[in-house]
T-cell receptor, first 112, second 109 residues
Framework: IAGITQAPTSQILAAGRRMTLRCTQDMRHNAMYWYRQDLGLGLRLIHYSNTAGTTGKGEVPDGYSVSRANTDDFPLTLASAVPSQTSVYFC???????????FGQGTRLTVV | GQNIDQPTEMTATEGAIVQINCTYQTSGFNGLFWYQQHAGEAPTFLSYNVLDGLEEKGRFSSFLSRSKGYSYLLLKELQMKDSASYLCAVTDSNYQLIWGAGTKLIIKP
């Protein structure tokens, strides 16, 4: 792995199903983020983690949960998917608070 | 509330110069980032400004005025590959990134 990797790259999901989007980085970055990106709305923060063992809520956290058991992994779980969660999801990480963020390649999720 | 404003879309000609503006109102300021995002891809870092003035990096330059809550990204000698969205993001007092909606730049031959 080089950088930050997300899986899957795309998924079609039935409404009501549970889904975990995976995110792994090998840069030993402290902070990690989950964003969703919808047309015309830009990147909106779902959840974040400033360091392993801690998480926080972003702008649009409802319907999503995260965990940060270690430095490298930051999975995002949709407990019961709804069509409004159809979006492109980006995971990002950065070394510390005022350095640039690096993004994964994104997960295109469609909830039907 | 926190807000970042950018034009939705701009059009420019190959070989020309274009300036993309960004104004912000945030709770505190700890730096401003510009990112480039090609369609269907992830954002990639272009520049960072934390002090007033101009930062130059090849064909791209970024300017910041903290007193005016204003930044711009200047792209020179435009190439077709510069067609992309350009995202402005500000780090607030809690060191969270606040993102603008992005400016879609269309380059015409």
């Amino acid at each position: 792995i080089a950088g930050i990797t997300q899986a899957p790259t795309s998924q079609i999901l039935a409404a009501g199903r549970r889904m975990t989007l995976r995110c792994t980085q090998d840069m030993r970055h402290n902070a990690m983020y989950w964003y969703r990106q919808d047309l015309g709305l830009g990147l909106r923060l779902i959840h974040y983690s400033n360091t392993a063992g801690t998480t926080g809520k972003g702008e649009v956290p409802d319907g999503y949960s995260v965990s940060r058991a270690n430095t490298d992994d930051f999975p995002l779980t949709l407990a019961s998917a709804v069509p409004s969660q159809t979006s492109v999801y980006f995971c990002a990480s950065r070394l510390q608070e005022n350095t640039e963020a690096f993004f994964g390649q994104g997960t295109r999720l469609t909830v039907v | 509330g926190q807000n970042i404003d950018q034009p939705t879309e701009m059009t420019a000609t190959e070989g020309a110069i274009v300036q993309i503006n960004c104004t912000y109102q945030t709770s505190g300021f700890n730096g401003l980032f510009w990112y480039q995002q090609h369609a269907g891809e992830a954002p990639t870092f272009l520049s960072y400004n934390v002090l007033d003035g101009l930062e130059e990096k090849g064909r791209f330059s970024s300017f910041l005025s903290r007193s005016k809550g204003y930044s711009y990204l200047l792209l020179k000698e435009l190439q077709m590959k510069d067609s992309a969205s350009y995202l402005c993001a500000v780090t607030d007092s809690n060191y969270q990134l606040i993102w603008g909606a992005g400016t879609k730049l269309i380059i015409k031959p």
